[in-house]
């Protein structure tokens, strides 16, 4: 579910050492249980997080983990937002993750 109109980050452009600045932690693992697990905490402990930090952590691509967790039932919106990646080069629609609150959504 895409929702522009939620962007918190909508006239200010970002760099990503912003982001990486709050990420939880790295993974150590690559298997999709444990990065749909480091994604979840990290949007429980940080909030809106961009696909930029979740790739510091490890998280090469999380978009198909944001996909499976929403078909878990996980209400996970996605803003796009301007962004500075750490080669310098600035995006301007960059997936900002924002994990909304959900009923009985405890299922991994």
Not at 15 to 37: G, M, P, Y
Not at 56 to 66: E, L, N, V, Y
Request: hydrophobic share 40%; net charge neutral; glycine share 4%.
């Amino acid at each position: 579910m895409k929702n522009q109109s939620a962007s918190p980050a909508t006239t200010t452009e970002h760099t990503v050492e912003q982001h990486v600045d709050s990420i939880v932690a790295k993974i150590d693992s690559t298997c999709t249980h444990n990065q749909r697990l480091a994604i979840l905490k990290q949007l429980r402990e940080n909030g809106p997080t961009s696909i930029l930090a979740f790739r510091a952590m490890g998280i090469m691509a999380p978009a198909p983990r944001i996909f499976e967790l929403r078909a878990k039932g996980y209400n996970i919106d996605t803003v796009a937002f301007p962004e500075t990646d750490s080669a310098g080069v600035s995006h301007r629609g960059t997936a900002l993750y924002v994990l909304k609150p959900s009923v009985d959504t405890e299922v991994i």
